[in-house]
């Protein structure tokens, strides 16, 4: 069952991390020692993919969820011919290398999504299984197992005791996703030292509490026919997902080896040496692959290339026979949105009535849902508050639970915001599906390690985050975000949007869904807000317009989501008093930054204070406000119009601070950003 | 063993549950009326606690880790004598009231921690229980149990669903910690429907194996006995926390029992007379507490008042016999600080070598923690990193293990960055104890859930986090912190502090520690700092300061932590040009704006433009800077020294845009906001 190429491949990766870990002077030997004899099986035995086309939407999804040992992973794809050369392996952990410290989905091809935050690896690949399970209840057809693929991750100790790890376990267990096998480097050591100093539980009984099939594996060193068979074993139950325990030791051939001395930090160069001689490699050969090796890597990209021309004949088959759905696949897999899809976005006057956000958000996904097949979203256990369920939806669950089918479209992600948003990561890297998922926008906070990573790795990801400011109200300020908007704003490559009313609520769903390589998160309120009189689709793509202007604006009051119509308003009370004030939307910040100085300069222009309205933390608005009205507390338990009173959200209000802008400024005509109208 | 007083007082939290939400108009019925029987069980039969005096040290803790069930703690406090009226009870959620739709800490006496955000309560408990072992091991004496105290925590499924909780339970579990006792309401219903549609795991099998006591019970409805008995059980299981599944019906008694409807909206009034005839009250009254109940209540406080006498009087007779240890117990649970413990903190010249703010956290920590008992920390598996373990530190573990005891100091959390936080909270709550708690920065994002009730329960939590910006270097853009500084700096009630140097560090420890009402971060460098030329321990608690001045300075260079460093050679730089800037520093936002407009302007005065430089997101610099030097996008991997020149952190580029700002601001006299020197 196991040959000498097989011995021979695990000791080239095993002494090719050492080289490569030591020439950075930075990194991980331990983990890709240890873990070399399982990943090679993995890979030589049951992976199928194509080097030459990492992105064939049926190859087998690997997850090196313990991120860290990454040069595993790295040296791995170099010997298996994917376009990582060995200048790439030299050059691990440089500067704008395509092998960086911790894996990067968006910077090396193969790939599938960006590791190394513990835990979220893990939590992917569930989201990667369900997204296989999804395809291939939706395209697979008799004769046609058009989506067959298999999702492994290896994955530390680490990535266990992590909360999103156990939280996406328990939904896999759930789902009961049979094509999950996950193989968990059990080596009893982490940076503190023995696992024993923090983590004793037993694990396999808790997977198999979640409804997992489990094995364990005493010699994960040596017993190759062991990790084979075990993996066997684990695909063969189809019906629940597998984790196989296996012992390895940290570090293996290391005078260090299973201790903590070889997790984190180069070996020294003696020890590297003597590694070398105790693999039978050249001790005075750096970067070395033995020819067989390589011609081991070749058959693995034949094999893959040939599955892939196979699968490539099948599909056209199929579109011959199921056109629709075949052309569906194409269009799906080519990240292409139907033609016209935007047309179905909601449009509204200023007469209509007033409605909540989170409302109007329902009305887009119900809307859009049927013309756009590839959104699938849920919720974390807040359906009926996020508004999340379309009319149409059907129930994603294993066919096996009575409650509905894999081919559903409507998650129940459970209390697991954290597994929430990193399986959406995971929907969104297999391909052919936009995912979406609500929360409360305060309880973003749980997720934002992955949330994080949505935007590190260009995923679309679209967050539908509803009781969006202390208008949530009643629930009080356990519930009520403040810092979250400053958050999401400062983190780079996500779109943090806050639209005002129906027209900017389409618009912020036609900004998430064109914006194919970032996430979104569409902030939306529990309270009703009016339809606007200037409130634009379009202008919500621009993140920020003038909603309202006047001739010789003496102030302008800016906004977003419910705080806009109070400033509408306050505009109204001014010129009562005879007092001009532009209205400027700001649904979207970095949209707007990404504007021509032209285009920012014609909605702020100079000379003109602004004052800012957002019932949210005042901090960042400095950026286009002189002055801002927002919260410098966290808010209080209450009836939400009481709330607004409280914290000074009323037009009067903001018309009373607007005439202090305007004051201020007749005498400061340079200001310190210091000194301000009043405290901000 | 159960009498008609106690189906009288369960009757009684019922139907005045029902009254309580219908007043409000909001809220949640159902849990507090399926959890009446085992929260009345717990409180008439085990729990001690003292009504006048609810901060007695050795009272039994309560959680109500379901806060959203929170009108049945309300409710129990009412009857129990605890200071919180009838008409605290019918204002309910509303605005300013003392009965907040979560419970809150700072807000209501008797409640030990805010709760509502699943899985908090529970591991705050788990801290809770952490601090009265810790307690126990320290200042117990034979003869003298002062220490005592049990945690008891009610949750739900949604707790149990939450990684929060699935981390501290397996902590709780590694640290055996026997005096911790869950009571599950398990009542099959989550805001989605039936537990069935998302959870669907094996809770009981999953706690064995974490090492917890696992019981179940059929009937918490009715078999009061029953719920008796499983926790007098639990209670004699002395080297494990014990869970009790108690299977309820949720809303018990309404026509809609049962069902997710009766989760979290007010009951029809029609039901709630039929609910009142059902339990035998009259159906034309509203609010009603029983007389007996009231006296039941009064039985409460007599023993809770007897018993913290006993104590006191225990704790003066072990005073006099082991007077330096009572005098202990006696200022640490008054928050005093030992007096003139400060001069035990390092300062630094500008002649002492570079060095990295992690190491001289350590420092602070060797200086310290000796004089400062109160101290407890540890890291989430980064001990070697963080560098929060100090020399004469001892672990915190249980005596079985081998590896330390409960009077140990030094906490081994395991990858587990959410639970440590939330244990931290529990920690602080318990009092006497001063929490710390180590990671990157960057993963302070992992357990923002609860920072961010560390700020809004005004608990004195140290967050000590390093590796705090691109300087990480190596493990790449997964690892480093952008927007972190800015979703601290927006949270209100935080001090989020970035020391540049040796002073700051003592400086930012200073703060932290005299602080008694909130929590701080201290972001901490992986790369060596300068000691400069100014900078102050004193000068850190005012938030900013000028660390160097010139006279008719053209120009402020402004910044924080390591990038200080690179201010200060800019402005050589600049002075060899015949440029003259004044240097400020601004180790925390917060501080800086809580000082006087005289001393702000005397810092950032009208008419010299502001140039910030730190090496995080820009966003919220604007409240200071005219112009910010600082990241656009993610960091990438590679040599931190590298990685500062590619984004522009060095002092001949902040000389250049120092340049650029002093030439854009002699053009344009009153510029708007948006038009700026450079891109930031």
Redesign the interface.
């Known amino acids: 069952m196991t040959s000498p190429i097989d011995i021979l491949t695990i000791n080239t990766i095993r002494t090719l991390a050492a080289d490569v870990v030591r020439k950075?002077n930075?990194?991980h030997p331990g983990a890709p020692m240890g873990c070399a004899p399982m990943a090679h099986i993995l890979f030589s035995r049951f992976i199928t993919a194509n080097p030459a086309n990492p992105k064939w939407p049926n190859r087998d999804r690997f997850v090196l969820s313990n991120?860290?040992a990454c040069a595993l992973q790295y040296i791995l794809l170099h010997i298996l011919g994917y376009d990582l050369t060995m200048d790439d392996l030299i050059q691990f952990?440089?500067?704008?290398?395509r092998t960086?410290?911790?894996p990067?989905s968006h910077i090396t091809s193969g790939i599938e999504v960006?590791?190394?935050?513990?835990g979220q690896g893990f939590a992917n690949a569930v989201g990667l299984a369900m997204a296989q399970v999804h395809c291939a209840a939706t395209f697979n057809k008799p004769g046609y197992d058009l989506f067959t693929n298999h999702t492994y991750v290896i994955c530390g100790?680490?990535c266990l005791?992590?909360?999103?790890?156990?939280?996406a376990a328990?939904?896999a267990?759930?789902l009961k996703l049979g094509n999950l096998i996950v193989l968990y480097d059990d080596n009893y050591v982490?940076?503190?030292g023995h696992t024993?100093?923090?983590?004793?539980?037993?694990?396999?009984?808790?997977f198999?509490?979640?409804?997992w099939h489990t094995q364990y594996l005493a010699d994960g060193d040596h017993d190759l026919a062991g990790i084979h068979e075990a993996i066997e074993r684990a695909k063969k139950v189809t019906d629940k997902p597998s984790i196989i325990k296996i012992k390895t030791t940290i570090g293996v051939g290391s005078k260090n080896q299973g201790t903590e001395k070889v997790h984190g930090s180069p070996l020294q160069p003696d020890d590297i040496v003597a590694i070398k001689k105790l693999y039978g490699f050249d001790p005075e050969k750096f970067f070395h692959v033995p020819d067989e090796v390589y011609n081991y890597g070749k058959q693995f990209c034949e094999k893959g290339a040939k599955a892939e021309a196979e699968w490539n004949q099948l599909l056209e088959k199929y579109c011959s026979e199921y056109h629709d759905l075949g052309a569906e696949i194409k269009r799906r897999f080519s990240s292409k949105l139907p033609d016209n899809w935007e047309n179905h976005l909601p449009r509204y006057n200023p007469s209509d009535s007033p409605v909540a956000t989170r409302k109007l958000s329902e009305n887009v996904l119900n809307k859009i849902a049927d013309v756009l097949p590839e959104l699938i979203g849920g919720?974390a256990?807040?359906?009926?508050?996020n508004l999340t369920r379309w009319k149409t939806a059907e129930?994603f669950?294993a066919d096996s639970?009575g409650?509905g089918t894999y081919s559903g479209r409507y998650v129940?992600?459970?209390?697991?915001?954290?597994?929430m948003s990193a399986a959406m990561n995971g929907l969104a890297s297999y391909g052919g599906i936009i995912p979406f998922g609500g929360t409360f926008l305060?309880?973003i906070?749980?997720g934002?390690?992955a949330v994080?990573?949505s935007?590190?790795s260009s995923f679309r990801v679209i967050y539908v985050m509803t009781h969006d400011s202390i208008g949530l109200?009643?629930?009080?300020?356990?519930?009520q975000p403040?810092?979250t908007?400053?958050?999401?704003?400062?983190?780079?490559?996500l779109l943090f949007l806050r639209p005002a009313d129906g027209n900017e609520v389409s618009g912020a769903y036609l900004t998430a869904i064109k914006n194919h390589e970032r996430p979104s998160v569409i902030a939306l309120s529990r309270q009703n807000v009016p339809h606007l009189e200037g409130s634009s689709v379009e202008n919500t793509l621009r993140g920020g317009y003038i909603l309202k202007d006047v001739d010789c604006a003496q102030i302008i009051l800016t906004g977003t989501g419910t705080e806009l119509s109070i400033a509408v308003d306050a505009a109204k009370l001014l010129e009562n008093e005879g007092i001009k004030a532009r209205i400027v939307s700001l649904p979207c910040f970095d949209l707007f930054d990404e504007q021509s100085?032209e285009y920012?300069?014609s909605?702020?222009?100079?000379?003109?204070p602004?004052l800012s309205i957002e019932a949210l933390?005042t901090?960042?608005w400095?950026?286009?406000?002189?002055a801002s009205l927002g919260?410098?507390?966290?808010g209080?338990?209450?009836?939400y119009k009481?709330?607004y009173k409280?914290y000074g959200f009323t037009p009067e209000n903001t018309a009373d601070k607007a005439k202090q802008v305007i004051e201020f400024y007749k005498v400061?005509?340079?200001?310190?950003?210091?000194?301000r109208p009043f405290k901000q």
């Open positions: 950075a930075s990194g991120g860290h952990r440089q500067t704008d290398s960086p410290g911790h990067e960006s590791t190394g935050p513990l100790d680490g005791q992590e909360g999103v790890s156990c939280e328990s939904l267990g759930h982490t940076i503190d024993n100093l923090s983590f004793t539980e037993d694990v396999l009984k808790r198999e509490a979640y409804g919720s256990d807040l359906t009926g508050s129930e669950q639970s409650l129940r992600y459970g209390v697991r915001e954290h597994a305060n309880f906070s749980y934002l390690g994080r990573l935007a590190l109200g009643e629930d009080g300020p356990t519930h403040i810092e908007a400053a958050s999401l704003r400062a983190l780079p490559n100085l920012r300069l909605v702020f222009p100079d000379g003109i602004v933390s901090f960042g400095s950026k286009y406000a002189h919260m410098k507390s966290f209080s338990s209450g009836p009481e709330l409280k400061h005509q340079v200001p310190s950003l210091v000194n």
